[in-house]
């Protein structure tokens, strides 16, 4: 296990200077968790590539890896400059059966796409301290005909192209029934691979009710090394969640690391569904958005709560990493280089020409600033669709 490190020094305020650092470090995820280091993992691709004209909503899948490697790469870029540790391969739906079922991807295989992924990953990873995770998700197959040998077929098929590529680790993702979730934790053990496993779930629990702490518990007996929860639901909803895991865990004397990455907008209804039912999904959550100053109560939240593993889902930009990596900077021992551009709690806003700007520049006006949307006909809560019935 070895280290190299550049750091640059740089003045945030008067008489205080902070290290920048780019740290290489060889041990995997586990060996860092176990130590006690702080993970900051990614951010949100599809939603963020949707933006950007290179994912089709609805379908959601990322052959843009293939088709678009130079935005996957940038976004990569972005994430690890804002202080990612790892990088999760854009593999999100890249299940054979709904690259078919989406019919948007005719002529590149799931195979093309998850080796195209890792590629991207990798590349980006070297550049800086970062693993790479190999991504699965739910599959079609499963809502279908809840099959085990054939989604398990699914998930060894994933894995096997990871395999191939020598990813760091595994991670379960935007999985909402835990038996699946338990299914494709079943299958990536037997790569010898390290697991972590996140629930897209609310603190009701799974989409068949099974409780969080009970959904923890059944992912760690099937092996996952890591658990926790990710998107649907906001930043804080989702630390309780977690919460109520680790609670089950503990209970069941069970250990495991715990992990979040959640939804980046404001779900204040903290309904079963999470944010696809509410009636901005999926064109319309701008007014939702965390601002940065959110990510620094969440990031706080999620390591008082014995959460290591930090990052965010859909809705969650490169800034936001930043914020994550600029809270937990005491605890991390360094910035990120995308620090270089930002002063810490607006200090960089004493430089300003205008007084009541300048007068912006310290962390009270921030943390107790309430935003305004500027649309003064909006409500400030919305009534989600959730008619989970008819979705089991």
């Keep these: 296990m070895s280290y190299s490190c550049v750091c640059v020094c740089v003045c945030v305020c008067v008489c205080v200077c902070v290290c920048v650092c780019v740290c290489v470090c060889t041990q995997n995820i586990l060996e860092r968790l176990n130590a006690g280091e702080v993970i900051v993992g990614d951010g949100g691709y599809v939603m963020q590539l949707e933006r950007r004209g290179y994912v089709k909503a609805g379908h959601w899948t990322p052959e843009a890896a293939v088709e678009h490697p130079e935005a996957v790469r940038q976004l990569h870029r972005e994430f690890l400059r804002a202080g990612a540790n790892v990088l999760?391969?854009?593999?999100?739906?890249?299940?054979?059966?709904?690259?078919?079922?989406?019919?948007?991807?005719?002529?590149?295989?799931?195979?093309?796409?998850?080796?195209?992924a890792c590629?991207?990953?990798r590349e980006v990873a070297n550049e800086g301290d970062a693993l790479v995770a190999g991504c699965v998700s739910k599959t079609p197959c499963y809502q279908k005909s809840r099959s085990e040998p054939e989604v398990k077929a699914i998930f060894k098929k994933q894995m096997d192209d990871f395999l191939k590529k020598?990813?760091?680790?595994?991670?379960?993702?935007?999985?909402?029934h835990v038996e699946e979730g338990v299914w494709a934790v079943e299958v990536l053990k037997t790569s010898g691979k390290p697991v972590g496993a996140t629930l897209c779930i609310s603190p009701h629990g799974d989409m068949q009710g099974v409780p969080p702490g009970e959904c923890a518990v059944r992912l760690v007996k099937a092996g996952a090394d890591i658990v926790g929860i990710n998107c649907?639901?906001?930043p804080l909803t989702c630390v309780h969640t977690v919460k109520l895991m680790k609670e089950g865990l503990e209970k069941a004397g069970l250990k495991a690391h715990l992990m979040i990455q959640p939804l980046g907008f404001h779900t204040p209804e903290c309904n079963f569904g999470g944010y696809i039912d509410l009636p901005e999904f999926p064109f319309a959550l701008e007014t939702r958005a965390m601002t940065r100053w959110d990510i620094h109560k969440y990031a706080r939240a999620a390591y008082d709560a014995g959460i290591r593993y930090i990052g965010g889902c859909c809705g969650f930009e490169p800034y936001h990493i930043r914020a994550v990596a600029e809270e937990l900077a005491a605890e991390r021992g360094f910035l990120p280089p995308a620090s270089e551009k930002h002063g810490p709690w607006g200090a960089a806003l004493e430089m300003h020409t205008k007084p009541w700007v300048r007068a912006r520049a310290r962390r009270e006006y921030w943390e107790n600033l309430l935003p305004a949307s500027g649309r003064p006909k909006c409500p400030s809560m919305a009534t989600p669709v959730d008619d989970y019935e008819k979705k089991l």
């Design 88 to 116: 999760q391969t854009f593999t999100f739906y890249c299940s054979e059966d709904k690259l078919e079922i989406s019919g948007n991807v005719t002529n590149i295989t799931g195979g093309q796409i998850n080796e195209a």
């Design 166 to 176: 020598n990813i760091d680790f595994f991670i379960v993702e935007f999985v909402n």
């Design 232 to 234: 649907h639901l906001d």
């Design 119 to 121: 590629n991207l990953a």
